[in-house]
């Protein structure tokens, strides 16, 4: 599976951005995506997910704020971001693993496939 994420840029604190992962070269329904970023000089932290079944997860810092889904026929994941903080200013990531369940969406390593990663600043 190829995935490519986009949708990153610069916004003011308190504004909006959308990111896409569009995914190739696999059955994207049966895979769960996860959505991850990396700060600079910080380690790489689980953001949010959504298994193949439609359950999501998000860490603790984004709930309420970010929202995941997904579009099957679409081949893509989304990640829809509000209300944005200085704080979630980081590189994001789109991953895909064939194997999540609940107890392992929030370990990177469960994940197989990578995007390259879109950048998301936000100003205060």
């Known amino acids: 599976v190829q995935l490519q994420a986009y949708g990153g840029g610069l916004v003011e604190a308190g504004g909006s951005l959308r990111l896409s992962c569009a995914a190739s070269g696999g059955t994207f329904s049966r895979y769960g995506m996860g959505w991850f970023r990396q700060a600079p000089g910080k380690e790489r932290e689980f953001v949010a997910a959504i298994r193949s079944s439609g359950h999501t997860y998000y860490a603790t810092s984004v709930k309420g704020r970010f929202t995941v889904s997904r579009d099957n026929a679409k081949n893509a994941a989304y990640l829809q971001m509000n209300s944005l903080k200085p704080d979630d200013t980081a590189v994001y990531y789109c991953?895909?693993?064939?194997?999540?369940?609940?107890?392992?969406?929030?370990?990177?390593?469960?994940?197989?496939?990578w995007g390259q990663g879109t950048v998301v600043t936000v100003s205060s």
């Open positions: 991953a895909a693993s064939s194997s999540l369940i609940t107890s392992t969406v929030r370990d990177y390593q469960q994940y197989y496939y």
